[in-house]
């Protein structure tokens, strides 16, 4: 069998979620390499934060640490040059939402093209009003990530289920009712500032179609459409912000034309 970069992806994406189960294990030998969660990560020393929880912090403290100033600008230096590929590479729920999608009855849908835009708007205004209110930061809350390795740990701390664990369930079966990757389209708001930041540079790491090597421009929803985990077009430049690069449409493109391809480029 030939390895394809979807087999990479999916090794990478199990190998973050297992590495959220036995990172409590380890520490609980307190050896400490790598600590924390996905909303707060520290890996040899060098602080990974998620930018929304700073952006919550600073909002409703007006304050922010150095170190979480600086894990929060590595994770958006990464999506400024490739993308939210946080979404597609590294999310546990996105793995979940990913398997899910494998179910016969769960369909891909891309209802809202501009979904995302709507989110955009909600998500703002609960960051600016509760976070001046001085408000916690309640958004943590909603972070799928978050409640998958905040529940690994509280597992290996006490023994319990944290209370926010059952949002795992209860975004899954959202998916299944609208559609596949439905919560991370429409609800997450982690991957907002993500997603954002991806816009900033006219030049990176995307996806790109050359339309004269397009041996199925007539297909309506073409098979690189149908493998999209998002229910995107490749073929479209509205594909951003949302393009997690997760390479699938490229992959499937392979089989016929090789349209698709990714690097960098710019979004036209
Ligand atoms: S949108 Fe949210 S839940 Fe979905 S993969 Fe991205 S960070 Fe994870
Ligand atoms: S357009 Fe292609 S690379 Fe982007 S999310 Fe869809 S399948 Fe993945």
Do not use: E
């Given at each position: 069998m030939k390895l394809h970069r979807n087999h990479v992806r999916r090794a990478c994406q199990c190998l973050v979620a297992l590495s959220f189960i036995a990172i409590p294990w380890i520490n609980g030998f307190d050896i400490r390499i790598v600590t924390g969660n996905l909303l707060s990560l520290e890996?040899?020393?060098?602080?990974?934060?998620?930018?929304?929880?700073a952006l919550q912090v600073f909002f409703s403290t007006w304050s922010l640490s150095w170190t979480v100033t600086i894990g929060a600008l590595l994770s958006l230096t990464l999506a400024v040059i490739m993308g939210p590929v946080f979404c597609s590479w590294i999310c546990p729920y996105g793995l979940i939402a990913d398997l899910m999608q494998k179910l016969p009855f769960v369909k891909r849908r891309n209802r809202f093209?501009?979904?995302?835009?709507f989110k955009a708007?909600?998500?703002?205004?609960?960051?600016?009003?509760?976070?001046?209110?001085?408000?916690?930061?309640?958004?943590?809350?909603l972070s799928l990530p978050g409640w998958y390795t905040r529940t690994m740990q509280t597992l290996w701390l006490?023994?319990?289920?944290?209370?926010?664990?059952?949002?795992?369930?209860?975004?899954?079966?959202l998916d299944m009712a609208g559609g596949g990757?439905?919560?991370?389209?429409?609800?997450?708001?982690?991957?907002l500032l993500?997603?954002?930041?991806?816009?900033?540079?006219?030049?990176?790491?995307?996806?790109k179609y050359d339309a004269s090597k397009c041996i199925c421009s007539e297909k309506n929803p073409?098979?690189?459409m149908k493998s999209c985990p998002y229910g995107l077009d490749p073929r479209e430049r509205k594909i951003h912000p949302e393009c997690t690069n997760c390479g699938?449409?490229?992959?499937?493109?392979?089989?016929?034309g090789s349209a698709l391809s990714q690097g960098f480029g710019s979004r036209k």
């Open positions: 890996i040899f020393g060098i602080p990974f934060a998620d930018p929304l929880a093209s501009r979904g995302w835009l708007v909600v998500v703002g205004i609960v960051v600016v009003g509760l976070g001046a209110m001085a408000f916690p930061p309640m958004l943590n809350q006490s023994g319990t289920i944290p209370a926010g664990f059952w949002l795992l369930p209860a975004a899954s079966v990757h439905f919560w991370c389209r429409y609800c997450c708001p982690q991957s993500l997603q954002a930041a991806g816009l900033v540079l006219p030049r990176r790491f995307r996806v073409s098979p690189c699938d449409c490229v992959v499937q493109c392979s089989h016929f």
